[in-house]
């Protein structure tokens, strides 16, 4: 087996202090990670609002079968298809992959883990020398993003297994970069952007990386990236608001004015927070590691379309965050830090063991060295938390109900456990509910889950108080 004997060289090799070092340093921090979750209890429940959403939702889809949401902010849901604000792939991820009868929010996060891992196994296949795979593995294992997400029942680890992906989808076909190839890696970023619209971005970055060799398919690859960019998401999203979508509102109205304004007030704010937001030390670190992978995907662009394709899309994901979206409540850092682990493994396999590596490499570790209390503390207070549970009879009152749409109470989401609502009558019909977390202009409700004094009550809206 040529993969074992070169491994079996790199461990024999007579400079083994230098090669031992490495191997133990990725053992260390994969370990690490991997002992974040094992310990983690069966019921391991979502701790934020986004979370619920996930876990319900995919949850809805196993047991009814009905992709439409049955959480969602203003009980309508997206145009086409009536998802969430997070799309239909999630539900789907989530619900196919679920291998037992109960739901909990463990299993997301193996899920998670599962699509990560297979990308740190996929790096680790390639057909480069041991010791670069072991310094980009470090690098992943390393690295704050996954760290900080591990624990969380957000889909995070999925982007990085998916940047890893086309990473590697990249490298194949850099050599011989032909339509083919071309047509391949664009249908791999439109799978990509199904699970996360701002993946379409890399239809852009491909397009750069092809011109002006293949200028008919560096425009079609634009045209694709554009209409992509603006009908998925406001089509097959729930819309929340956001500078994105108030902008758009405007264009649309014809008010041209009032969409700079929002614009660029939205850019100087978010300028500002870009220089002065920070949640600690590590916050820092990770925005030093950032600003230096960009200086070396500057200075060393030129040597792989690979690295190209990386620095293009990450300006794209920088320049999406500042002009529409924000740089701060850890948006920055979800919006980024896939883009820069793409760029990240490339400059590392161009660069090899040049010191510009290391200190890429040391950058994220030191984010990740200073996370670490933070993290635990989060981790703690998750594992603390615990919501009032909802009685047995509200769950068979909401169970006894036709088909219909719920609003839930906004004490309830603060102070009860969401996982308790039945996502499925008696029948295995879809149950939906509206979670007013956003001031948006809501579906007409059927029924009313409310507070009454220490109680739930269940009211038609033909019996609320006129």
Not at 155 to 179: C, D, T
Not at 273 to 281: D, I, P, Q, V
């Amino acid at each position: 087996m040529p993969v074992l004997s070169r491994f079996l060289q790199f461990l024999i090799h007579p400079n083994r202090l230098q090669r031992w070092l490495p191997l133990l340093a990725f053992l260390f921090l994969f370990g690490y990670q991997i002992n974040q979750i094992i310990p983690l209890p069966k019921d391991y429940g979502p701790y934020y609002g986004d979370e619920y959403f996930y876990l319900q939702n995919a949850r809805a889809f196993r047991e009814t079968g009905n992709l439409q949401a049955s959480f969602t902010y203003s009980g309508q849901g997206s145009v086409i298809g009536g998802f969430d604000a997070h799309g239909p792939a999630y539900p789907m991820l989530y619900g196919l992959l679920h291998w037992d009868g109960t739901w909990s929010g463990k299993h997301l996060l193996i899920v998670n883990f599962l699509v990560y891992g297979l990308g740190l196994v996929l790096v680790f296949s390639q057909k480069v020398s041991f010791g670069i795979r072991l310094l980009q593995g470090i690098l992943l294992s390393g690295s704050p993003y996954i760290l900080f997400y591990g624990q969380s029942l957000m889909p995070e680890l999925i982007q990085a297994g998916l940047a890893i992906f086309l990473f590697l989808g990249m490298r194949k076909f850099q050599g011989q970069f032909s339509k083919p190839g071309i047509i391949q890696i664009a249908l791999l970023i439109l799978v990509f952007a199904w699970i996360r619209s701002t993946w379409f971005f890399a239809l852009f970055a491909l397009a750069g990386v092809v011109f002006p060799k293949e200028k008919g398919m560096s425009l079609g690859l634009l045209m694709l990236g554009l209409l992509g960019m603006l009908v998925y998401p406001a089509y097959f999203h729930e819309q929340t608001p956001n500078v994105f979508s108030q902008s758009w509102a405007f264009l649309e109205a014809g008010e041209w004015s009032k969409a700079w304004v929002e614009i660029s007030f939205n850019t100087k704010r978010n300028l500002y927070f870009l220089l002065t937001y920070s949640e600690g030390k590590f916050y820092w670190a990770w925005k030093v590691w950032i600003l230096i992978t960009l200086i070396l995907g500057f200075l060393h662009y030129q040597k792989s379309k690979v690295l190209k394709f990386g620095l293009i899309l990450l300006l794209l994901h920088l320049a999406f965050a500042v002009l529409l979206y924000k740089t701060y409540q850890w948006t920055d850092w979800r919006m980024l830090s896939p883009a820069a682990i793409l760029l990240n493994l490339a400059l590392l396999q161009e660069l090899r063991f040049r010191t510009e590596s290391l200190v890429l490499v040391l950058a994220s570790l030191i984010s990740f060295g200073l996370l670490i209390p933070f993290q635990q503390k989060l981790l703690r207070l998750r594992k603390e938390y615990s919501p009032i549970s909802v009685d047995q009879e509200t769950i068979l009152g909401l169970e006894a109900l036709e088909p219909s749409l719920i609003r839930v109470d906004t004490v309830i989401l603060k102070e009860f456990d969401l996982r308790d609502l039945p996502v499925q009558n008696r029948e295995g019909k879809l149950l939906r509910y509206s979670l007013p977390y956003y001031e948006l202009r809501e579906a007409s409700p059927a029924y009313h889950l409310q507070v009454q004094g220490d109680q739930l009550m269940i009211r038609s809206t033909k019996n609320l108080p006129q």
